[in-house]
């Protein structure tokens, strides 16, 4: 009978592990951050800024996977149709707003993500390439109602924040200009500082660089107010078209049905990893972003008005992906 016992014990201990409490943990010990762009830009450089702390005050591994593709909404749809245990978090920027009105997704951006936090924002920025003989905005727009269709600027792509802002612009003030969309920014910027095209609209965080160094030279703002860093650049409003805002953005989402006390808790993480000294230095003053992280609410209410707001643009324009 001893005998029995103690095989009986050992088969048992040689397959208890298999199913143990131990290896479920150590499953769920990895979660993943989708990135749905290639490397570099700033989503990507964002999401590796903060690894490191949210392995610290979560007490798991983070792993970082791009999927580019169809203007993020390929990673979008992986984490849309992820299990919603918390192992799956989508970084995403502002055309995760737009996106629904240019193509056919295969889900719901309001209903299959949950919104967990909004990183920050940046004011999309109009600047010129060096030789072009105008000044300010009034003058680009004087050209190009002088002579429609020749003045042309450089977008990060068809959608793209800095294209739906130039659309509204050139709606507003009766003029047409000739959109060069490129994939990725640094196409955009190459084509823009060597001439290729007459001017670039972007994030700040994109453009600013290259206006410090002299490379471009900046010409509006579509931001509600001047930038400390670049005080000379107006704002829209400030040149005749109040009302006309536009932001890059940086957020992070989850699958339905994520617990809410899993998303807080992520949240709170990042909002600690991010607020750190030199995360935040590098956040505001190196890619010019103003920090929000307030939690999942702001950022429903923020996605929202985003879709409002461009879906329309869109709409009314008759842009198509």
Not at 157 to 180: D, W, Y
Not at 193 to 199: F, L, S, T, Y
Not at 200 to 205: L, N, R
Not at 299 to 316: C, E, I, P, Y
């Amino acid at each position: 009978m001893g005998y029995m016992t103690r095989r009986a014990f050992m088969l048992t201990a040689a397959v208890v592990p298999v199913a143990s409490p131990f290896v479920a943990r150590a499953q769920t010990s990895i979660i993943k951050l989708i990135v749905p762009v290639p490397p570099g830009g700033t989503l990507d450089p964002i999401a590796r800024l903060a690894q490191p702390g949210l392995e610290e005050r979560l007490g798991k591994t983070v792993i970082i996977e791009n999927k580019p593709g169809a203007s993020g909404s390929l990673g979008a749809a992986l984490v849309a149709h992820a299990p919603a245990d918390g192992t799956s978090w989508l970084f995403v920027y502002e055309t995760q707003a737009i996106n629904p009105f240019l193509m056919h997704l295969t889900f719901d951006s309001e209903k299959d993500l949950e919104p967990v936090q909004l990183i920050g924002t940046a004011p999309a920025i109009l600047a010129k390439n060096f030789s072009r003989p105008w000044h300010d905005i009034r003058e680009v727009l004087a050209a190009a109602k002088t002579k429609p269709n020749t003045i042309s600027y450089a977008s990060t792509g068809v959608g793209s924040i800095g294209h739906l802002a130039m659309t509204a612009l050139s709606a507003r003030a009766g003029v047409q200009m000739i959109h060069v969309p490129y994939k990725g920014g640094g196409p955009a910027l190459k084509d823009a500082i060597a001439g290729h095209v007459d001017n670039i609209v972007g994030s700040v965080a994109l453009t600013s660089p290259h206006i410090k160094e002299g490379k471009l030279a900046g010409i509006l703002n579509f931001g509600a107010k001047r930038l400390k860093t670049m005080p000379e650049i107006p704002t829209a409003a400030e040149s005749g078209f109040p009302g006309l805002e536009a932001y890059a953005w940086w957020g992070v989402f989850a699958p339905r049905g994520t617990p809410t006390a899993t998303k807080e808790r992520f949240a709170r993480a990042l909002a600690d990893t991010l607020r750190e000294a030199k995360n935040a230095r590098r956040m505001s003053e190196t890619w010019q972003i103003d920090l929000r992280l307030n939690g999942p609410s702001e950022l429903r209410g923020f996605f929202r008005s985003q879709m409002k707001l461009w879906g329309a643009v869109v709409r009314d324009n008759h842009i198509s992906g």
